[in-house]
C-alpha cells in the first residue's frame, strides 16, 4: 500500500516501534501528546490483527502511556479507541489505535467516557 500513511509514516511522528507495530502522534491530535498504536502490517481493523500483532499493540499502549505520563505530569488517564468502519468513523483502512492522554479540567464532565461518540448517550 505505497499510499497509505501508516505504511509509510513521516519519521518525525513515531516514537516508540517494536517488531510488528509502532507508536506515532495523531496528525489531528485530540489533546495534547494524542498517539496512535499502528501495527506494521496493512491490515484494516483491529479484528484482523493476529494474536502477536495484538500482544505488540498492547506492549506500546503500555509503554507509550508510562512514557506520556513521564513526559507531562498533568497526564492524569487515558481514553482508548478504535474506529472500526466508516459508520463508526475510520477515514483510514489500516488498523490504528487511539491513546488519548486526559487531564483534571479538560472537559467539565468526563462521566461516560467514551459513551459521548453518540450525543446524548454519556450522561447516566
Given at each position: 500500500?505505497?499510499d ?47 494474536r ?73
Open positions: 500500500m505505497n497509505c500513511i501508516f505504511c509509510n509514516p513521516p519519521d518525525a511522528r513515531a516514537f516508540l516501534g517494536n517488531e510488528l507495530a509502532y507508536a506515532m502522534w495523531d496528525g489531528f491530535p485530540v489533546t495534547r501528546l494524542h498517539a496512535l498504536i499502528v501495527p506494521r502490517r496493512h491490515t484494516q481493523d483491529f479484528f484482523s490483527l493476529t502477536e500483532e495484538l500482544l505488540a499493540c498492547y506492549q506500546l499502549l503500555h509503554d507509550a502511556s508510562a512514557q506520556l505520563k513521564t513526559d507531562d505530569l498533568t497526564v492524569e488517564g487515558f481514553n482508548i479507541g478504535a474506529n472500526i468502519g466508516a459508520v463508526a468513523g475510520q477515514t483510514i483502512f489500516h488498523c490504528h489505535l487511539h491513546l488519548i492522554p486526559r487531564r483534571r479540567g479538560d472537559v467539565e464532565n468526563p462521566r461516560g467516557g467514551v459513551r459521548h461518540i453518540i450525543p446524548g448517550k454519556g450522561a447516566y
